[in-house]
C-alpha cells in the first residue's frame, strides 16, 4: 500500500467524510509496540502527546474514539481517562466482535467506522471497517489489508496523521485551527 494521503483519493476521502467513530488498536498503533517492565513487573508504555490530542481534537469534532487492544494495563486505563475515551476493551483476542458490538451499541453503520492495527488480531477489524488503517511499523501482511496505511509510525504521530486526516476531510480544520489563533471554543 503506498503512502499517499487519503485526501487525494477521492473514493477514500468520500469514506472518511462519514467516519464517526475512530477504533484503534494500542501496542503498536499507540505505541512503538515495545513493552517495558521495571524490575518489580510493572509495565510501562510510552504514548505520543500529540496523537493524544489529536484524539481529543476528534472528540471536540463529534468523532467518537475506542480502544480495543490485546494486553491487560493499567496504563492504558490511565491513559484513556486522561483522553475521556470512555470506550476501551482490553484483553481482547479478537477484535472484530467487540468492534461489531460497539457499533450497534452506539446506533452506527460500518460504513461510519474506521480502525487502525498493526497485527493479526486487527486484520478483521481493519477489513470489516468503511475505512480499515495499518501503520508502517506492521507487517507488509497486515498492511495490504488496509485502505490506508499511516506515513506516521505507531507511537511515532501515526494517530494524530489519523485525526488530522479526518478533521481535514470532514470540513472541522479551519475551525481547530481558529479556535488556537483566536482562544474561541
Not at 148 to 172: C, F, K, M, N, P
Amino acid at each position: 500500500m503506498p503512502h499517499t494521503s487519503p485526501l487525494q483519493d477521492p473514493q477514500l476521502n468520500a469514506r472518511l467524510r462519514r467516519i464517526r467513530l475512530l477504533a484503534l488498536d494500542v501496542d503498536g498503533v499507540l505505541t512503538d509496540g515495545q513493552l517495558y517492565f521495571q524490575a518489580d513487573g510493572i509495565e510501562i508504555k510510552a504514548f505520543n502527546v500529540q496523537d493524544g490530542h489529536g484524539l481529543k481534537l476528534l472528540k471536540r469534532a463529534g468523532i467518537q474514539v475506542a480502544l480495543i487492544t490485546g494486553r491487560e494495563s493499567p496504563t492504558v486505563t490511565h491513559r484513556a481517562a486522561a483522553l475521556g475515551i470512555s470506550h476501551v476493551f482490553q484483553g481482547i483476542e479478537k477484535k472484530l466482535p467487540v468492534l461489531r458490538e460497539l457499533t450497534s451499541r452506539l446506533g452506527l453503520e460500518f460504513d461510519q467506522v474506521a480502525y487502525c492495527g498493526d497485527d493479526m488480531p486487527d486484520v478483521g477489524a481493519i477489513r470489516r471497517a468503511a475505512v480499515g488503517i495499518s501503520v508502517p511499523n506492521a507487517p507488509t501482511y497486515i498492511q495490504k489489508h488496509a485502505d490506508w496505511v499511516t506515513e506516521r509510525g505507531g507511537g511515532q504521530g501515526a494517530v494524530r496523521e489519523i485525526a488530522d486526516t479526518l478533521l481535514r476531510s470532514q470540513g472541522h480544520w479551519d475551525a481547530v485551527v481558529d479556535t488556537y489563533l483566536h482562544g474561541a471554543g
